[in-house]
């Protein structure tokens, strides 16, 4: 694992919401915490910004909280993706689920304890997703290494 | 009630409990915020020693709550509001005429139907000047309740409700427009007939326009509609500005 503060993002309407849960996260953490109430500019945030965790609302203006996370999954595909909501609509989940790739549904009112847990494994996990990445890269161009030489090695023997 | 009006009353209670559940929501977890503060606080000051950082984290805990504290006051009167709002929209023995802006009681509906209309339905206020008009206001603003949940049920998607008022001669009048998908001409005769229907039991049925124009009949005034298929509707309410009954 690497040194490096974790970003949550937070994006709900209301800022009632954010506020409380930049509260809760800033007493127990240590994650960077980032609040929006408009999904537009919380995307726009992202793209000069690494982020772990991505906590949205279902019911935005502008952008449902489904929609943001589909974006968001575009844009920043390590971000663990937790669905925020006040509805306990099973239709949804399935389609945030297999939309928006999501990590986590939570439901308000939420209980602070669960959530922290839920974010402290969503970081984790976009740290894994991260690392994987880099060894995957890592692979490529030890693939693409391994190819050159065997050119060279061909061109020269044959 | 009968088994058809609970649909529309089920619909609002479900918008109502989601309305609460956001301010609840951050006021659960603001205190459970309240309670660890006062724990660390108190961690702090046991050895009855404070040093120099610890003035800073007392410093950062004090403003935590601060913030919380601002937050549960914005939550619990976004909750206030909304119970006003059932109060002045159910008062089902209402007994007494009382004078009355009727702005007032067409924002309680607003608030009320807020989950109905959020996001989905621009809301326009073309509010003129009203005097205050004598009548039984709760059951006046079920009937402005069935008039906006129509309008919006008679929108797809997207779309406009506006609600006009004005005072013409010795009436106040109170328009609500919608852009929705009309009523059909061979429909729009009998909308304030008994037991007729479009809706489907999934939109909720309201108390019927029916029983909102006995209402407003009442109270000795009129209710009228227009409506071009594909355009919208209009229903206009008059209400007599002299004292009634």
Same mark, same amino acid.
């Given at each position: 694992m690497s040194d490096r503060v974790a970003t949550i993002l937070i994006v709900d309407d209301e800022e009632m919401v954010t506020t409380a849960l930049r509260s809760f996260l800033q007493l127990e953490t240590s994650y960077r915490v980032l609040t929006f109430t408009s999904p537009?500019?919380?995307l726009q945030s992202v793209d000069n910004e690494p982020v772990d965790v991505?906590?949205? =609302?279902f019911m935005m203006p502008e952008l449902d909280g489904i929609a943001f996370l589909k974006a968001m999954r575009e844009k920043r595909p390590e971000a663990s993706r937790i669905l925020l909501t006040g509805y306990a609509d099973k239709e949804n989940a399935i389609r945030a689920i297999n939309e928006a790739g999501l990590y986590y549904y939570l439901e308000k009112p939420w209980d602070n304890d669960h959530l922290q847990v839920v974010v402290r494994n969503g970081v984790e996990r976009a740290e894994?997703?991260?690392?994987?990445?880099?060894?995957?890269?890592?692979?490529?161009?030890?693939? =693409? =290494?391994?190819?050159?030489?065997?050119?060279?090695?061909?061109?020269?023997?044959? | 009630m009968s088994e058809k009006q609970q649909t529309s009353v089920q619909l609002l209670m479900a918008g109502l409990a989601h309305e609460i559940n956001t301010p609840l929501g951050a006021i659960r977890s603001n205190r459970d915020v309240i309670q660890r503060v006062i724990a660390r606080l108190s961690d702090i000051l046991a050895d009855e020693v404070v040093d120099e950082s610890e003035i800073e984290q007392i410093r950062g805990l004090v403003k935590t709550l601060g913030e919380v504290i601002d937050i549960d006051a914005?939550?619990?009167?976004?909750?206030?509001?909304?119970?006003?709002?059932?109060?002045?929209?159910?008062?089902p023995d209402e007994?007494?005429?009382?004078?009355?802006? $009727?702005? #007032?009681? *067409?924002?309680?509906? $607003? $608030? $009320?139907?807020?989950? +109905?209309?959020?996001?989905? *339905? +621009?809301?326009?206020? #073309?509010?003129?000047e009203i005097p205050p008009v004598e009548c039984y206001p709760s059951q006046l603003n079920q009937v402005f309740m069935n008039l906006i949940l129509n309008a919006s049920q008679a929108i797809a998607g997207e779309g406009k409700i506006t609600i006009r008022t004005r005072s013409s001669g010795e009436d106040a009048i109170v328009e609500i427009s919608d852009t929705g998908s009309g009523i059909a001409s061979e429909n729009l005769e009998r909308i304030f007939d008994a037991g007729f229907t479009t809706k489907t039991t999934k939109s909720g049925m309201g108390l019927g326009l029916r029983i909102c124009k006995e209402i407003? #009949?009442?109270?000795?005034?009129? *209710? +009228?509609? +227009?409506?071009?298929?594909g355009e919208g509707s209009t229903f206009r309410v008059s209400l007599p500005l002299k004292t009634v009954e």
């Open positions: 537009a500019q919380a991505v906590i949205a =609302d894994l997703f991260r690392q994987l990445d880099a060894k995957v890269s890592e692979l490529e161009s030890a693939h =693409d =290494d391994l190819a050159g030489f065997r050119k060279r090695l061909i061109r020269a023997f044959v | 914005v939550a619990v009167d976004v909750i206030t509001g909304l119970v006003a709002s059932v109060r002045d929209c159910w008062h007994t007494t005429c009382r004078c009355v802006d $009727l702005h #007032e009681g *067409i924002e309680s509906t $607003l $608030l $009320l139907l807020g989950h +109905e209309l959020k996001h989905r *339905i +621009e809301v326009v206020r #073309e509010y003129g407003i #009949e009442r109270q000795g005034g009129r *209710i +009228e509609v +227009e409506s071009v298929v």
